[in-house]
Each structure stands twice: as C-alpha cells, then as structure tokens.
C-alpha cells in the first residue's frame, strides 16, 4: 500500500511556517522530540517512544539483545561478534503494510547501515570481552531492532537508544574456565553477566531547507529531529552519531546542500550534548530497573508497568487554576 | 603482520606516497557500444567500470540491488534515477558470494542514487528514468568514490545535462595527520575514513559519509583535505573529457575550439 502523500498545499504550508521559523507541532527549529526510554521484564529488551506517547504521532522502537555461542570469524580469532537485524513491522506505516514492504526498501537499509556503522563499526561494545575459547567459541550477540511505528520520523535517532539501551541492560550469562573445561553457568546457578560498552554513540538527524526568498546560497534553515513530513520536504539532512565526549562515530549527509563546514562542526556539538542527555537517560532508567529488580519489586518491572502509568483510566492532574484575566467579557 | 608503519616518519606511506599524494587515475570514456554512455575508471588499483542507460521509459522491473525511489515520488516533474551498485565476485581478497543484494552493495546503491539525483537535471526529464549501473572489478579502497567519478564520466558521455561534475575522494587520520586518497589497508587497518563527494566547481557536498570514530577537533582539516583532493580529481577528469571529445569531434571534421 502506498502513504498518503503530501500535497503541494501541504508541502507549500511547511515551508512557509519554517521561513518564520515555526514547525507543524509548535516546536522551535532547536527543540527534540520528547524521547521515553523504557525497559522490558527481560533483560535487554528497550522500548523507546519519541513524540507524544502511544498517538498518532509517535515512533516506537523496540529492541532485543540476546546472546548465542558461534565460531569467531577467521579474520577475528579471539573476537566475540555483534549482529544488528533491523526489521520494519507491518503496522509501522502503510507503506509496510504488505510483505513486500517489510523488507522496508531504501528506508530500512539505511536505518540498518547507519546503526552498523554507529554501534558495530565504532567498537562501541568490547567484544574481545565476549571471547570463552579463542578460535573456537565466542559469544555472538544479536540485537533485533523492531520498528513498531515510524509515523513520526527520527525513526534512526530512536532507534539508536534503543538498541543502546538493550545493549546496556543485557546480560549474558556467565562463564568460568578451569583449565580446558568451560563451564556455563545457567541464571538459575549463577547471576548473569553484563556486556562491557566503551563508549555510547547516539544518532542525530538534522533536516536542512531551503531559504524560498534568497538564493541557494543563503544560510539554510536547520530543523533538529525532523518529523516524518519535514523529511518529506527537506532538502537535504545530516546524521550524526556521536557520543558524549565528542567523537564522531559515524557521519552521513546526502542531498543538494550547500554545506559548509562550520555547519557540520556547529551540528556535530549539537548532536554530542543530544549524545550525553540520551546517555543519562540510559543511565538513570538502568540504576532505577536495577533498585526495583533488587528489591524484589517484579510487579514494577516491565512494560506493562511503564504502559499503565500512561493508561486513560489512571490520568490524575493536580487541580490548577485558571486564569481568566485575558478572556474577552461578552 | 606487524613492525610496519601507515605513515613513516619520512611522511611516506606503505605504497610510497606522501600524506597529501592522491593515487594514479586512469581513464577512458565511451568504452561500450551499445550504453549510451560508459566509462572505465581506475583509481590507483581499484578499477571500476560504469555503464549508463537512459533517459527512457520507466519500468518498474529492477535487478536484485538496485535502488530507486519509492513510489511515492512524483516522476511527472523530474527523471527518476535507477542505480546499481555491483562489486564483482573476484574484485575483493577472498572470492565475495553475492556480487549485488547484500547489504552493503545497497547502501552504496543508495547513496549513488542520492548523490546523483542532486547533480543530474533530472527536471529536464520528466516521466523518464535513468539507471547507472556500476561495477567493481578490483576493489582496492575507495570504492565509492571511483563509482561516482566512473558515473560522471559516463553520465558525460551519455550527453545527460548535469549541473557539475560530482567528484569524490577518501581521506583519513594517521598520527594525528591528515591523509587523502586511502587504499584497502589503510583503511582496514588504519584508522576512520571520510568520503566526501563534491560538486568540483561550486564546492557543494552532496554526500559525506564518515566511519570509525574520531575527535571533532580533527573534522576540519581532514575535510578539507579531502575537498582538495576533489579538486585535482575533477582537473584530471576534466582533462580526459575534453581529450576525449576533440578525438571524436576531429574524427568528425569539427574544429578543436
């Protein structure tokens, strides 16, 4: 099936907001997304909501980190190895919506390559670490990465702490080595091990317009995490995967801009600030999860927790006063 | 294999060029009859050959890989562009199983197609498509790039109006010091790789890609690096086109103006 397509009225609409520096959902051209970050019963499942939750409006991101035991790769003897699958559910736009859209086209090639490069090619996780017999057994870990919506946009930018997230609250089980033996302990015996993570890249997309009134050589108009339509309309966008001590993990920008390089290096101290808010985030979630599983507090784990908070049934508003001043006496 | 340097202190890298030395390019334009337009590139040993169909009928039919846009995009204003990315089973070290459809293959298709919808007029082709397909017959680093400079020059051949030529070019960081125009082992051993492709007259990035990591201190001068070796790649194949079209033109009795 095909999206519905933005009509020129619409598209004409978007621009001419931006040119005054106003976006569709009232936010200013710098401002993200609110990102909601939460964690499964099982350990190294994250589900990451940007926009408001569970609309109309909203893209989710689920990812799964689970561990097997393979053969390292030739290349790589005393290496564990890290599989990144990203698949797009049918419900996450029409353009999915048959089996042939699954596969997700151009769309899902990029997301995939595009957390490849930030997670996997950065060596982000440390995977020497994942090694239990060298050229024979390491750990191989597999992390899914399902999008359940992508009507919002910054499907990319969730999509990296997701997986992120997955990957920092998983934990494999443990294994000790007494001279030629490797034993696995399963959970049951002993508590399972996390992953070791050097450093935390994070997507950022920027879309890019251009100025109607002026030339292409104008200074361009920026958007930070551009929704699904200002994708549709922009010019041209950069992602950026950096972490928070301002490494570039990865870097991709395509289409007709006139960049120059200031651009790319005001942007990149943008995307790290993102980096290290989504990092804390991780964090303060992960210390939270981890208090609640210690204390025993199973019923307050897992996303049918998290989902309840948001439930219609349970909406309590503090009573607020309203103001009448401005209302026009009639 | 251990005990060899990327970049000696003499500022000599493992094949002998300085820090700042693009590779040999080689190349040749109109090399098959029946595209209507072609071009074989070779860019140090990475050796690419680029074939150009169009602007013709568009067919939905596409080999396994191919990229092109998604329905939804209005083919009544502009030309829709098809490209392939294909890297033949014997241009890589170990023997490669898929030559197209694997993932990497489409992400290169990808951005081909995106670099390319940027840099041809494909507003004076409505309701048309062209393909591009591109094949890799040794890949010896800088693989992307010998594609788009392969591209150009066939897309030139091919009498397709374009707004520039689009020129790309590798560099990356070895201690502390920018390098541009990165083989195989640089680039698998080394450290990260920027590609940059530019359109050569304006300076127009069209396409950035950067992998590994690195400080965002050291972004700019290995940007600009690159941007220069854009540059001298655009006079060299400047150079090629014009020899090759006052060939043809003074087969045909035109005068060399």
Known sequence: ?330 | MAGYELLSEQNLRLDGRKADELRRIQCKLGVFGQADGSAYLEQGNTKVLAAVYGPHEIYRHGAGGASRPTLTATSNEQAVINCQYSAAVFSSGERKRRPRGDRKSQEMSMHLRQTFQAAIKTELYPRSQIDIYVEILQADGGNYCACVNAATLALIDAGIPMKDYVCACTASLMNDRPVVDINNLESTTGGPELTVAVMAKSGEIVLLEMSQRFHVDHLEKVMDLAMEGCQNIYHILDKEVRAHVSKRGSLLGWEAT
């Not at chain 1, 030339?215 to 108009?221: D, F, L, M, R």
């Not at chain 1, 943008?270 to 985030?281: E, I, N, Y």
């Open chain 1, 1 to 330: 099936m095909r999206d519905v397509p933005l009509s020129n009225l619409e598209r004409q609409f978007l621009l001419d907001a931006l040119e005054e520096s106003k976006r569709l959902d009232g936010r200013s051209t710098p401002q993200r997304r609110p990102l909601e970050l939460h964690f499964g019963r099982v350990e190294g499942t994250a589900l990451v909501s940007v926009g408001e939750t569970q609309s109309d409006h909203a893209s989710l991101v689920y990812a799964q980190a689970s561990a097997s035991i393979a053969e390292p790769a030739v290349s790589r003897p005393i290496e564990g190895m890290l599989n990144i699958f990203v698949t797009y559910c049918g419900s996450a736009a029409a353009r999915f919506a048959d089996a042939a859209g699954t596969a997700g086209g151009d769309e899902a090639v990029e997301v995939t390559r595009l957390l490849e490069r930030c997670l996997k090619e950065s060596r982000c996780l440390d995977l020497e670490s994942l090694c239990i017999v060298a050229e024979e057994k390491v750990w191989q870990i597999r992390l899914d990465v399902n999008i359940l919506s992508a009507a919002a946009g910054g499907v990319a930018d969730a999509a990296s702490v997701a997986a992120l997230a997955a990957l920092a609250h998983f934990k494999r089980p443990e294994v000790t080595l007494q001279g030629d033996q490797v034993t696995i302990h399963p959970v049951s015996e002993r508590d399972p091990v996390a992953l070791a993570i050097h450093h935390y890249p994070v997507l950022s997309t920027f879309a890019f317009f251009n100025r109607q009134k002026s030339g292409s050589n104008a200074e361009k108009i920026v958007c930070v995490d551009p929704t699904w339509q200002e994708e549709q309309v922009m010019a041209g966008k950069i992602v950026f995967g950096v972490n928070p001590y301002r490494e570039i993990c990865t870097l991709h920008l395509a289409g007709q801009l006139l960049i120059d390089k200031s651009v790319v290096l005001r942007y990149a101290h943008v995307a790290s600030q993102h980096a290290k808010s989504v990092v804390d985030l991780i964090k303060n979630q992960l210390h939270e999860d981890t208090q609640k599983r210690l204390a025993g507090q199973t019923e307050e784990i897992g996303f049918a927790f998290a989902f309840k908070q948001n439930s219609i049934l349970q909406n309590v508003k503090p009573a607020e006063m309203v103001s009448t001043a401005n209302l026009e006496h009639v």
